[in-house]
Nanobody, 119 residues
Framework: QVQLVESGGGLVQAGGSLRLSCVAPGRYVMGWFRQAPGKEREFVAAISWSGSSTLYADSVKGRFTISRDIAKNTVYLQMSSLKPEDTAVYYC????????????????WGQGTQVTVSS
């Protein structure tokens, strides 16, 4: 069983920034997803094992950056120019195969961290 531990969520004003972290031991493709109240979980970003390849949802392109520090077994989601519609619980997830925007492709999930953006 792979344990993923997210951190870094919080309350921020619109236009502000936050950085989420996810400790993820092992050689996995990593993704970030989010779920707002009353909405389905949606893809945010993914990164390959080496970090050489990334994938983003259109809604966050140019504002969010996914990266990883292999030595620290940590994946980051740098979020800038935050909007109230970015408010959600953010989850990191791991899969064994390839960068994907589909939640069904990810076998392991963290517990989630709340991000709230005030207007």
């Amino acid at each position: 069983q792979v344990q993923l531990v997210e951190s870094g969520g919080g309350l921020v004003q619109a236009g502000g920034s936050l950085r989420l972290s996810c400790v993820a031991p092992g050689r996995y493709v990593m993704g970030w997803f989010r779920q707002a109240p009353g909405k389905e979980r949606e893809f945010v970003a993914a990164i390959s094992w080496s970090g050489s390849s990334t994938l983003y949802a259109d809604s966050v392109k140019g504002r969010f950056t996914i990266s990883r520090d292999i030595a620290k077994n940590t994946v980051y989601l740098q979020m800038s120019s935050l909007k109230p519609e970015d408010t959600a619980v953010y989850y990191c997830a791991a899969n064994n195969y390839y960068s994907s925007a589909r939640s069904v492709d990810y076998a392991y999930w963290g517990q989630g961290t709340q991000v709230t953006v005030s207007s």
